[in-house]
């Protein structure tokens, strides 16, 4: 049993800032508090962003080779601390204890890993002897704000390129998934110059604060499409730059050739890891008339095998949903499905009890524009669907507002190779989901969002542009 810790605190200008206002943290299990978290205040944002500020120049003077091996250290802490973090992560967000510290060792990896990019000054003469030197310049005080699936990872996604960059970083948790942050900023506040990453979290009203703060000059947000447009919005006064990972409903198009068995447990999972609460699950599988039956069956038969209930438990491998916001959308769904007549080949109906727990649910065949198959679920609920053409699945599949993810199942790679360059995403995979590494390119295309993260591209996100021209 961990030693959690019971009170929490900001981290402002490297040092500690209690809470003088608190907001209650809900465990997704109960559904009722276990935590109070310090709910940052205007005046304590505005000495987040002052430090901030203060603490750029200095940073941005260092080399990246200097920031790299500081961020090193701290990634370094953050794994010693894993399960630590974890068993936090667990209560407040509800994933399985495994799932939650595996989440904080990613995380921990991929920001010791980040530090590996670099974005070296182009060098050209022009015939006449010009030299033409283009330089990055990181671009200033940077808010990452980060939802409350992947609190932790997500964070580390932003946190590497930004620190590496030379910005310096205000870290703002969900207001439903806190405390794993706010831990983490106590564990690491020493390893870094003060002001250069700043740790706050607050009720809903800190989101719009930062994002149109004045004192910003980057958000790099992960969250809802619809958030994202809000966030846009905020960011507009002062042409803040921006990076958006949004929303995605991911399709997934299965050719009749596949090892059913097989595809059946990386479908399962491609849909329904962290109770289907990732931007890249699959949302949408498509699966040829000719093994449709047999897979859907497969797919069932796999998923009577999975236990569903609270991530402290021992055998919970899928935990609850995270808020009661998102349960309750999620009931409104399979409502919805109920009404209109689909048939549930799993699943269907949310049970009464405390917690905010939704059963593993498969709609069978459901139509084309029906609500369960054009909005993004975001819970442990997925459609499948027939298709006969490869081009009709095509179509189907890139008829949305979203172009986060998508995947391709057959054995035939070629095959599988040519119709992923027809689908209108991000990311696609083939025989395989959710893959990503430190080192390349993360981001949507349409309403899935602006910009990427990851890779060399990811971190000119968090730089300027200055071309120099040095006559002879």
Request: one cysteine or more.
């Amino acid at each position: 049993m961990q030693n959690i810790p019971t009170e929490f605190s900001l981290t402002i200008n490297g040092t500690a800032h209690p809470g003088t206002e608190h907001f209650a943290v809900i465990n997704p299990a109960t559904g009722q508090p276990f935590a109070q978290a310090p709910d940052c205040t205007r005046a304590q944002l505005d000495q987040a962003v002052t430090a901030a500020r203060q603490a750029f120049p200095a940073w941005a003077a260092q080399s990246m080779e200097e920031r790299g091996t500081q961020l090193r250290q701290v990634a370094a802490k953050i794994a010693e601390h894993a399960a630590e973090i974890g068993h936090l992560l667990t209560m407040e967000q509800g994933k399985s204890l495994a799932d939650a510290t595996q989440e904080v060792e990613i995380a921990a990896y991929w920001l010791g890993e980040s530090t590996n990019q670099t974005l070296p000054e182009d060098r050209q003469t022009d015939p006449d002897g010009r030299d033409i030197i283009v330089r990055h310049l990181p671009i200033g005080v940077v808010a990452a704000i980060v939802p409350w699936n992947y609190p932790i990872s997500l964070a580390m996604m932003k946190l590497g390129p930004a620190l590496l960059s030379g910005c310096t970083v205000i870290w703002k948790p969900a207001p439903t998934t806190p405390l794993a942050s706010l831990r983490t900023g106590e564990l690491i506040r020493d390893l870094l110059p003060p002001g250069v990453l700043n740790v706050i979290a607050g009720s809903d009203r800190l989101g719009p604060w930062l994002s149109a703060h004045p004192g910003i000059d980057k958000i790099s947000f992960t969250g809802s499409t619809a958030v994202g447009k809000q966030v846009m919005k905020s960011a507009a006064d002062t042409l803040k730059r921006l990076t958006l990972e949004l929303g995605g409903n991911d399709p997934a198009i299965v050719l009749p050739d596949v090892d059913i068995q097989q595809v059946a447990e990386k479908l399962f999972w491609a849909a329904f890891v962290n109770a289907g609460q990732i931007c890249i699950a699959a949302k949408r599988i498509y699966i040829h008339e000719s093994i449709y039956d047999e897979l859907r069956d497969a797919l069932v038969a796999y998923a009577r095998n999975i236990k569903v209930g609270d991530g402290l438990a021992e055998d919970t491998v899928i935990g609850p949903l995270q808020n009661q916001r998102q349960y309750q959308r999620v009931r409104d769904l399979l409502e919805s499905c109920q009404q209109s007549g689909h048939r549930f080949a799993l699943g269907g109906k949310a049970p009464d009890g405390p917690g905010y727990f939704i059963p593993l649910s498969i709609v069978d065949n459901p139509p084309e524009d029906s609500k369960i198959v054009q909005e993004e679920q975001f819970g442990p609920i997925v459609p499948l669907l027939k298709f006969s053409e490869v081009e009709d699945a095509i179509a189907r599949a890139n008829d949305s507002q979203y172009g986060l993810g998508a995947s391709v199942w057959s054995a035939d790679r070629q095959k599988a190779q040519q119709i992923a360059t027809q689908l209108q995403s991000g990311m696609v995979w083939i025989n395989e989901a959710h893959y990503a590494t430190p080192h390349t390119p993360f981001g949507g295309h349409k309403q899935s969002g602006l910009g990427v993260e990851n890779g060399t591209e990811g971190l000119r996100e968090f730089m300027l542009t200055q071309t120099l021209y040095v006559p002879a």
